[in-house]
Antibody, heavy 123, light 107 residues
Framework: QVQLQESGPGLLKPSETLSLTCTVS????????WSWIRQPPGKGLEWIGY???????NHNPSLKSRVTISVDMSRNQFSLNLRSVTAADTAIYYC?????????????????WGQGTMVTVSS | DIQMTQSPSSLSASVGDRVTITCQAS??????LNWYQQKPGKAPELLIY???NLERGVPSRFSGSGSGTHFTFTISSLQPEDFGTYYC?????????FGQGTRLESK
């Protein structure tokens, strides 16, 4: 059974960089897409971006160029960096696994999720 | 971005009821549509993928249908563990986008 676990600081100040790591256990990071999704308190879900095990990435343009997603296959981990955070970035951050339909060259079906980690941005 | 509009936003129902939620896409997304259930304090769980395919281990009382821009999610006989919030999500176009959610509560 694949399990994902997020780790990282829960409190940041405005303008700092959010850095989260997701550790994958019970399966290899190879051959899947690995993504980050966030949910502001009491609100809906926003896809942040994914990384393929080969290193190919894609992210939500709404976050402009603040996002970097990386993978460490030797540790079965992938990471999120979100620069210049503001209060609007306060949310529960989930890491997740995606796989795709053969009709696309990316993922999209999100079948495993981490438990989520709350990140608060406040001065 | 593709806009996904769910209705209703909230719904009160009783155990044993048949429940239907709809999801409308702002443009044709073929059948690239998934449904998730989220319970309070928990991560979402995949129930239906590609509009009508039941994820492994998900009870058969859950079903989905539709293609193009109009999709339907149905619970044939509501069980106590089914209360929570349901989201649709399209992945025909990047970025993936979710509906705003439908909160299913006990009547």
């Amino acid at each position: 059974q694949v399990q994902l676990q997020e780790s990282g600081p829960g409190l940041l100040k405005p303008s700092e960089t959010l850095s989260l790591t997701c550790t994958v256990s019970g399966g290899s990071i190879r051959s899947y897409y690995w993504s980050w999704i966030r949910q502001p308190p009491g609100k809906g879900l926003e896809w942040i971006g994914y990384i393929y095990y080969s290193g190919t990435t894609n992210h939500n343009p709404s976050l402009k160029s603040r996002v970097t997603i990386s993978v460490d296959m030797s540790r079965n981990q992938f990471s999120l960096n979100l620069r210049s955070v503001t209060a609007a970035d306060t949310a529960i951050y989930y890491c997740a696994r995606e796989y795709g339909d053969a009709r696309h060259d990316y993922g999209g079906i999100i079948d495993y999720w981490g438990q989520g980690t709350m990140v608060t941005v406040s001065s | 971005d593709i806009q996904m509009t769910q209705s209703p936003s909230s719904l009160s129902a009783s155990v044993g009821d048949r429940v239907t939620i709809t999801c409308q896409a702002s443009q044709d997304i073929s059948d690239f549509l998934n449904w998730y259930q989220q319970k309070p304090g928990k991560a979402p769980e995949l129930l239906i993928y590609d509009a009508s395919n039941l994820e492994r281990g998900v009870p058969s009382r859950f079903s989905g249908s539709g293609s193009g821009t109009h999709f339907t999610f149905t619970i044939s006989s509501l069980q106590p563990e089914d209360f929570g919030t349901y989201y649709c999500q399209q992945y025909d176009f990047l970025p993936y986008t979710f509906g705003q959610g439908t909160r299913l509560e006990s009547k």
